[in-house]
């Protein structure tokens, strides 16, 4: 299983960036999948998760009500939905799931909300 994200890129304050997480030749709808990112300088942080079921968790309060997560089962790509993006959303996003017990992590796409 492997992970490639893309979709980022720069945006102004209060704009729209919709993230992709593809799994070639895997089947996403066997995991979990979260989203977490890794500002400057900062650790890791979790943002949100959709379980095989569809239920969405936020881990982070800073981004509900501004960030969804929604997945393409047949072209086994998760998309993460960033609305009214602000400067400190500036970070690398990746997408996470774990397979066998172990995490499984792609490289990454940089955001950066910036006027």
């Known amino acids: 299983l492997q992970f490639v994200e893309s979709g980022g890129g720069l945006v102004q304050p209060g704009g729209s960036l919709r993230l992709s997480c593809a799994a070639p030749?895997?089947?996403?709808?066997?995991?979990?999948v979260g989203w977490f990112r890794q500002a400057p300088g900062k650790e890791h942080e979790g943002l949100i998760c959709i379980s095989t079921s569809d239920r969405v968790v936020y881990y982070a309060g800073s981004v509900k009500g501004r960030f969804t997560i929604s997945k393409d089962i047949p072209k086994d790509t998760v998309f993460l939905q960033m609305n009214s993006l602000k400067p400190e959303d500036t970070a690398v996003y990746y997408c996470?799931?774990?397979?066998?017990?172990?995490?499984?992590w792609g490289r990454g796409t940089l955001v950066t909300v910036s006027s």
């Open positions: 996470n799931t774990q397979q066998n017990g172990v995490d499984i």
């Open positions: 030749e895997s089947s996403l709808e066997d995991y979990a």
